[in-house]
């Protein structure tokens, strides 16, 4: 069984938040609107790259000219 935590702390500095601020950003507590902002861009940042496709490491330009 998992034990929650009052505790709020920020995700960026790791200092205590205390009294919950209306910094909130994807479910978690901020210290400052700066740091709630840093941390909504690192999860869009991350989203993006979860469903971005990896570049293809075999492609090959095809050739264009009088012998391709």
Not at 8 to 31: L, N, T
Not at 32 to 59: C, G, I, N, T
């Amino acid at each position: 069984m998992a034990i929650q935590t009052t505790e709020k702390y920020c995700p960026i500095c790791g200092g205590d938040v205390g009294e919950p601020s209306c910094f909130k950003r994807f479910g978690e507590w901020a210290c400052s609107e700066a740091h709630a902002e840093e941390y909504a861009k690192a999860v869009r940042a991350e989203k993006l790259r979860a469903v971005a496709p990896e570049p293809r490491r075999d492609y090959r330009p095809a050739r264009r000219g009088c012998c391709g």
